[in-house]
């Protein structure tokens, strides 16, 4: 198989991460051509190269396993949509939410081997996003507000490391929020309201475990739609911790819905993320991709062996 590395991921530390496992799987008798790159556009040819080699019954490479976190997975989901390559995951990363979404263990290198060389394929949807004139795949959740904004100041801030830093940048923003208004199309009926944020999820988590979209699922088909209707900056305080739980959809001014595809326009432009990284600003209109790609992730209770 082949090992996709970033050697950035988590500043470094991923690199540490990929020599264990790639030493582990050879010691299991898997052969681990490893592979990495120097920039987002190196990163992203030697995905696609990798994903056609796998896809090539006579190359010898079975599967694609990414050592890193959601930012390393994104070139690998863009170049295998739509096709049969089985693509495993070792995580490696800060976030780590695809990892999540597929039951794949954070911090136990072997039972993420574990679960690869099982063989038990997964099919599970991805979502596509456009904004201005770029169409993107993304795999977890997109933000779009003050979520965006949080992870726009986290990524930018030296110190601390680790997720303490999305809290601090969740604190600095709400001190500076004021309501936008929205304008949000969900499968052709339009709901307008003043928001600070919304977030569109194939999955349910992003920042490292915020369940945002807590009843998504990475197969259903559907995007889960979280809106947030602007309130006091103490509401929105009050409010974030009860994101990791999952909890904040029963309170009040927390709308979710479920579509195939998404528009959202904004009286002023606001940015734009998914899977941790900052695509742009508004406009953005985001389509669920179903059945997009195999993932190699546990046998769920009462699935046929794939």
Do not use: K
Not at 46 to 56: H, K, L, N, T, Y
Not at 60 to 73: M, Q, R
Not at 86 to 101: E, F, M, Q, Y
Not at 280 to 303: H, K, N
């Amino acid at each position: 198989m082949v090992a996709l590395v970033n050697p950035t991921s988590r500043n470094g530390a991923a690199m540490a991460t990929a020599r264990e496992a790639i030493a582990a799987m050879t010691a299991r008798g898997v052969s681990v051509d490893a592979r990495s790159g120097s920039s987002a556009a190196d990163a992203a040819m030697i995905a696609r190269e990798a994903v056609a080699q796998a896809g090539d019954p006579t190359s010898g490479i079975d599967a694609v396993v990414v050592i890193g976190g959601d930012g390393t997975i994104g070139p690998v989901l863009e170049a295998a949509r739509g096709t049969r390559v089985r693509v495993g995951l070792i995580p490696a990363g800060t976030g780590n939410d695809h990892a999540r979404a597929l039951a794949i263990p954070t911090g136990d290198v072997s039972g993420a081997i574990d679960i690869i060389t099982a063989g038990h394929t997964r099919r599970c949807d991805l979502a596509r996003l456009t904004v201005g004139d770029r169409t993107t795949t993304f795999g977890t959740v997109a933000a779009i507000g003050l979520d965006a904004a949080v992870t726009e100041r986290a990524v930018n801030m030296a110190h601390p490391r680790g997720q303490s830093r999305y809290a601090l940048a969740a604190v600095a923003e709400i001190a500076a929020l004021r309501p936008r208004r929205f304008r949000v199309t969900v499968d052709g009926i339009v709901h307008e309201m003043d928001l600070v944020m919304a977030s569109v999820g194939n999955t349910p988590s992003y920042g490292g475990g915020m369940r945002i979209c807590p009843q998504a699922r990475i197969d259903d088909g559907l995007l889960d739609v979280t809106l947030v209707e602007h309130t006091s900056r103490l509401r929105l305080l009050r409010l974030f911790p009860t994101i990791y739980r999952g909890t904040h959809i029963s309170r009040r001014g927390v709308h979710t819905l479920r579509a195939r595809t998404v528009t959202i326009e904004t009286a002023e432009p606001t940015p734009v993320s998914a899977d941790g990284e900052l695509l742009g600003v508004t406009p953005v209109t985001i389509e669920i991709d179903a059945s997009a790609m195999d993932f190699l992730s546990p046998r769920q209770a009462g699935s046929p062996q794939a």
